[in-house]
């Protein structure tokens, strides 16, 4: 196995060796955070708020399948 030329380590001024972390770019990191964040509002939405006048769903399955995460949030259901 051949090895790289370069090394992820670079001496400090000490003469130990630091590690160097490259930075990610804003435009690398902003479609995951938005991605993640209207799947939280989602989830936050069917956990909190899908039953009565404001369901998208009809029927009481979505409440039942998720009738434990809201007591164990502290949503109110019934």
């Not at 400090?12 to 630091?18: E, I, K, L, P, V």
């Not at 160097?20 to 964040?37: D, S, Y």
């Not at 009565?52 to 995460?69: C, Q, Y």
Request: aromatic share 8%.
């Amino acid at each position: 196995m051949a090895q790289s030329a370069v090394s992820p380590t670079t001496p400090a001024a000490d003469g130990s060796a630091g590690v160097r972390i490259a930075p990610v770019p804003l435009k690398t990191l902003a479609p995951w955070a938005l991605f993640g964040g209207i799947l939280m509002l989602v989830l936050l939405y069917f956990v909190g708020a899908e039953q009565g006048a404001t369901s998208l769903v009809s029927g009481e399955g979505v409440h039942e399948w998720l009738h434990d995460g809201r007591h164990l949030l502290g949503f109110p259901c019934h």
